[in-house]
């Protein structure tokens, strides 16, 4: 089946690897639905660029944090494209912090956008999906919800939660055509990271190149960064016929991290 003219809503898509997935599926001729924090101005010019692919674009500004809004994402979407084929959940923050000294408003904050907000576009969600009978939920998730890093525990415990979510929704919407899966990437130089480089070296009190070398790509055994381009090919194959089996999965781009 072709993916052309499908609806595909991209959780924080104003940059990074969201951006990525949103070029991949435009290139693929999927009408895209961008969300996420940024100028209005850039915001209008990812709209031009992305619709110059001959599909429909929208933006929705639904904060990741908030329920409410986040419902209207998925509504306002059925309502202004006619459905919602494809979820991908994206939206996430970081904030690097020991556990005695990890201020809990932000503890909130990345729960609430790392993992709950997934729950509300879900649960929005599969009732149209299950109407039109196809449906494709991609969480991305991260090497953080198979494996833990120190300092970063509202985080880990967040992506672990996604990829449980996962399992879950994938067995409740297994005999309606509708497949969950979680993708789990290892470092992406997107600025999430490039702020993580920074926080992380003045928390352990060393440079930013050590930060780098020693620890993320320590845990990369392929010594690279993983693309965004790869992430969003990842994505675009699970939304092919044939992933239809791949469902309740965590599939892993982390140059072998996961496997050590
Ligand atoms: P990024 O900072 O480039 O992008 C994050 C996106 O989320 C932006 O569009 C931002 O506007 C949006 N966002 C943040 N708070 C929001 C809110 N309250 N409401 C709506 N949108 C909000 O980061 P990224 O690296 O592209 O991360 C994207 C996802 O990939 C995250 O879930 C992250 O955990 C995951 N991930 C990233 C890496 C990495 O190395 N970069 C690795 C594994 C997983």
């Not at 990369?220 to 699970?238: H, M, N, P, Y």
Request: some cysteine.
């Amino acid at each position: 089946m072709s993916l052309k003219g499908k609806v595909a809503i991209i959780t924080g898509s104003t940059s990074g690897i969201g951006l990525g997935i949103a070029r991949g599926f435009a290139k693929a001729g999927i009408n895209v639905v961008i969300n996420g924090l940024g100028d209005k101005t850039e915001i209008q010019g990812i709209r031009n660029e992305l619709g110059s692919h001959g599909v429909k674009t929208l933006y929705h500004d639904a904060d990741m944090r908030l329920p409410g809004q986040i419902t209207d994402l998925v509504e306002t979407t059925v309502h202004k494209l006619g459905s919602i084929d494809i979820l991908v959940n994206n939206a996430g923050i970081q904030k690097v912090s020991a556990i005695d000294e990890f201020p809990p408003d932000k503890w909130d904050e990345i729960i609430a956008v790392n993992m709950s907000s997934s729950f509300h576009t879900i649960r929005s969600a599969v009732k149209h999906m299950r109407k039109q009978g196809w449906g494709r939920i991609i969480n991305i998730a991260s090497a953080h919800g198979l494996v833990a890093s120190p300092f970063k525990s509202a985080y880990v415990t967040a992506k672990h939660g996604i990829v449980g979510m996962t399992k879950t929704v994938a067995l409740e919407v297994a005999l309606d055509n509708i497949t969950c899966n979680a993708i789990c990437p290892g470092y992406v130089k997107t600025a999430l990271v490039e702020k993580q480089i920074a926080d992380t070296a003045r928390t352990r009190g060393i440079s930013e190149d050590q930060v780098v070398n020693d620890i993320l790509l320590a845990a990369q055994w392929t010594k690279k960064f993983v693309t965004v381009e790869q992430v969003a090919g990842t994505a675009l194959f699970l939304c092919s016929d044939d992933a239809q089996n791949i469902t309740g999965t965590s599939l892993s781009i982390d140059g072998g991290w996961t496997a050590a």
